[in-house]
């Protein structure tokens, strides 16, 4: 009874988009945010290398600042022999981020742990399909307009991603249930919850 769960939510990018050259006019997959070792980029690169057997011209991004985390999961690429389709985007701008949410087959969400999951709603926000992990807030915030796999399993991982690859119905439906999803957080309600809690306190 002293606990009160407040949400966040999305902005949306007003910047118009900025297409990323190297997956221009190319099937990709996308993920956005740091690399420390609970993001589990690791597996995620391996779900990769499974889906390209059945879909060869498929690319994964991955934007973030490419800092120690970030050359670790490149050097990972690299052994794999993936750096072809693999591609460390660094840092990305506000229209390029735009873009990717826009043209991406699907955003991927592996994360072993997240307190929020801001990533996701923003993507659903823009129109991306959102696959994300079973773990721990992800299912709360996401609800009924993600599909989920095993965090641990790289097979589950690139099955879930299969399945969104090889359906444009279920795809579509993803799409549409994010932006439904997507629309009831707000920054302003938050404001107005927490604002209330603090007054509450004061009584």
Not at 55 to 61: A, E, Q, R, T
Not at 124 to 142: D, F, N, Q, R
Not at 168 to 195: C, D, H, P
């Amino acid at each position: 009874d002293k606990i009160f769960v407040t949400y966040e939510a999305a902005d949306r990018i007003m910047d118009k988009p900025q297409p990323l050259p190297r997956v221009a006019g190319k099937k990709f997959l996308m993920y956005v945010g740091r690399a420390t070792p609970h993001k589990n980029l690791a597996r995620l690169v391996a779900a990769f290398e499974l889906l390209t057997q059945n879909h060869p011209d498929l690319y994964l991004v991955l934007a973030g600042k490419n800092d120690a985390n970030y050359k670790k999961i490149g050097q990972l690429v690299t052994d794999r022999r993936l750096a072809h389709s693999v591609i460390l985007a660094d840092h990305v701008s506000e229209a390029e981020l735009r873009w990717l949410y826009e043209h991406t087959q699907a955003y991927i969400f592996p994360s072993l742990s997240e307190g929020f999951g801001l990533p996701a709603v923003e993507a659903m926000l823009h129109g991306a399909p959102v696959i994300c992990s079973k773990a721990t807030s992800l299912p709360e915030v996401c609800d009924d307009a993600a599909l989920y796999f095993d965090p641990m399993s790289t097979k589950d991982m690139a099955a879930q991603i299969d399945k969104v690859l090889s359906n444009t119905g279920l795809r579509t439906n993803l799409i549409y249930k994010g932006k439904v999803r997507a629309a009831r957080f707000s920054w302003k309600k938050m404001a107005e919850q927490t604002l209330k809690i603090y007054e509450a306190g004061l009584k």
